[in-house]
């Protein structure tokens, strides 16, 4: 069975902290997340990098894991100078397991998520098993209570939603334990609010609602990662918003003042005399909540109506008589 190298798949050094550990763990996942990744072999990168991440944030499953390296190069040496147990060398697994044997069983690893066999035989029954029934071959868990572990998940939400707040269903899969014991991934649902003004990056912290804890242990947390996809005309950028404003040719020319439609509402806007297409007008205050609110922008554009009447034509060529050189300027004469 191979040792995969987690420090080298999260690029830290073997004497790395959590808290650089969990830097570049964060930077990596984003980078191959299934959603945004585009190499060839991303998602399997983001199967081994979420892998060494459940190992290496761990103290104990760290230690662990430094210690099978040290007995595992050891072991290798041995078997080079044509020693070696009856398991065959530098195997993890019989006799020569020096923690004590972690018999593989894949159907009873409930998520069904595709770790690496040694990730599945040494840390697995962490996930599948809440302890070792006498004579089994799985490996006992420490004894005393045990917190649960954290769930994560991320939950796109639209522009409107994210910014007047709602309460919406949140499907996910967690660890449990069962009446007898024993740790399963189950599914659940939950009303989960979301406040007013909530912006893409914003993480809620549901206390509890993770994975469920031994022995009378805390149950672990479940961090939600907000995503605000823009939609309805209207875009976001940190608490600004930003929105087109359709506009006659006079409403520029002549000045008007005309209404907006913003998230919270229409609003009348002044737009001055002589406004070019393009420009952005701020209403301040009027985009998404918070201390202090965003502002919306209304970028205007220009529509030219159709002309349907004689009536209208001739006040178009009105127009024209009236800038006789029409856009000479534009043109350097």
Not at 126 to 141: E, L, M, Q
Not at 174 to 184: F, H, L
Not at 200 to 227: C, H, K
Not at 229 to 250: C, I, K, N, Q
Request: net charge negative.
């Amino acid at each position: 069975m191979d040792l995969p190298d987690y420090y080298d798949t999260l690029g830290v050094a073997e004497d790395a902290d959590t808290a650089d550990i969990k830097k570049s763990y964060r930077k990596l996942a984003r980078l191959y997340h299934p959603d945004v990744a585009s190499e060839p072999d991303g998602e399997e990168r983001f199967k081994r990098i979420n892998e060494a991440w459940q190992v290496l944030k761990s103290d104990s499953a760290r230690a662990e894991y430094d210690e099978r390296r040290r007995l595992g190069d050891a072991a290798a040496a041995h078997g080079r100078a044509g020693g070696g147990s009856s398991g065959g060398g530098a195997g993890f697994e019989g006799a020569g397991d020096p923690f004590g044997g972690f018999g593989a069983d894949p159907g009873a690893y409930a998520d069904g998520a595709d770790y690496s066999d040694f990730f599945r035989d040494v840390f697995g029954d962490r996930f599948r098993d809440a302890g070792a029934r006498p004579g089994g071959r799985g490996r006992r868990r420490p004894s005393g209570p045990q917190r649960g572990e954290d769930v994560r998940a991320t939950l796109s939400l639209p522009i409107r939603e994210a910014f007047a707040g709602t309460r919406v269903p949140v499907s996910l899969r967690a660890p449990r334990v069962t009446d007898g014991g024993q740790v399963e991934m189950a599914d659940r649902t939950l009303e989960v609010t979301i406040p007013a003004g909530i912006v893409t990056g914003r993480v809620l912290r549901l206390r509890g609602q993770g994975g469920a804890g031994f022995d009378g242990g805390d149950p672990g947390d479940l961090y939600i990662e907000i995503s605000v996809t823009d939609g309805d005309g209207f875009t976001l950028e940190g608490r600004d918003v930003s929105g087109v404003l359709d506009v006659a040719p006079w409403e520029l020319a002549l000045g008007a003042t005309v209404h907006v439609a913003t998230l919270g509402g229409r609003v009348a806007l002044k737009v001055p005399a002589g406004s070019q297409n393009g420009r952005r007008m701020r209403l301040r205050g009027r985009g998404f909540p918070g201390e202090p609110p965003g502002d919306h922008f209304a970028v205007l554009r220009l529509i030219m109506p159709p002309v349907t009447s004689e009536e209208q034509g001739a006040a178009w060529e009105a127009v024209k008589q009236a800038w006789p050189d029409g856009l000479a300027a534009r043109e350097g004469g």
